[in-house]
């Protein structure tokens, strides 16, 4: 049985303020948008150091020898969240990849065993390799590589 | 030749992340909109809703204890919400096509997947902007009419966005 809609026409559109001429050209938009975030784009690497170096810390303190629950993982998956959000708007996509992946990984598991948080160490360890030789900026090869890689990880 | 003049808006962004926040803002100046209002959890988000009633909304979903849906839900449905038509475009790390489609059943305009650029974003207001679908009620949904946006239509142009 269809469920009775009704359809309303919103009583005031943002389009009424916002006319299509008058402003910039999307690129000098665009280019101005850049040019402001540029300091903050540049400071990008101290703070995913510093969130490298909580999720290192949240993977050292997991118990060794037994099954982690997912409580205790949930911190691990916090924090690579943000990490994949923030990674590529701030000039570090396979920063992004990576987290992207390591989510993937953690995310619908019940608890992790010692092979399994093996692989959690290894996406940590490729974080550190990208921020340590500051591979900023689209690496096409490398991120499909990378890409693969993980992938056949996560599905062994 | 000129682009579209968005000097007449206030735009609110809630992110817990304060980076993200001060980047989307500084974004937001580069597209001389109006003023940025920010929050960082979608309780004081609400509030800042309430008091400023922005023109477009921008949030993030997962924000600690507290979520992006439920500020969505507050803005559609609460009694106390100015605007209830207000653009809302969820800006997210989630990727899933289940996310996509959970994110649009709760009533937002918009599904604009991070990491965001600059471009993504200026192109994703100009479309929240040039968008003339119709709300619908059914006592269970408020929001866009999904009919006119279809999923996989959705989740292509965010791809696209990604590449």
Known sequence: MNKKQDLIDPPKRVSEKVPPFGGPTPEAAIRKALNLSAELMDSYEGWAVDDLQMLWLEHENLPKGQDVPKERINKIFDIAHETRGQGGSFGYPLVSLIADSLCKFVERKGALNSEQLNIVQLHLLALKAVLRQKLKGNQPEMGGELTKLLQAIRES | ?163
């Open chain 2, 1 to 163: 030749m000129s682009g579209y003049n968005f000097s007449k808006i206030n735009v609110l962004v809630i992110d817990d992340s304060y980076y993200i926040r001060q980047m989307v803002k500084g974004f937001l100046f580069g597209f001389e909109v109006n003023e940025v209002l920010e929050a960082d959890d979608a309780q004081s988000g609400f509030v800042t809703f309430v008091e400023e009633d922005p023109d477009i909304v921008i949030t993030d979903w997962k924000m600690g204890e507290t979520s992006g849906l439920d500020l969505v839900y507050l803005i559609r449905w609460s009694e106390k919400s100015p605007n209830p038509f207000v653009p809302i475009i969820m800006l997210t790390g989630y990727t899933e096509l289940e996310r996509v489609r959970t994110a649009r059943d709760a009533g937002v305009s918009s599904y604009l997947a991070k990491p965001v650029s600059a471009g993504s974003l200026y192109k994703r207001l100009c479309s929240v902007v040039d968008d003339r679908r119709p709300f619908v009620r059914d006592g269970e949904y408020f929001g866009p009419d999904r009919r006119m946006k279809d999923i996989p239509e959705l989740v292509a142009e965010e791809r696209r966005e990604l590449d």
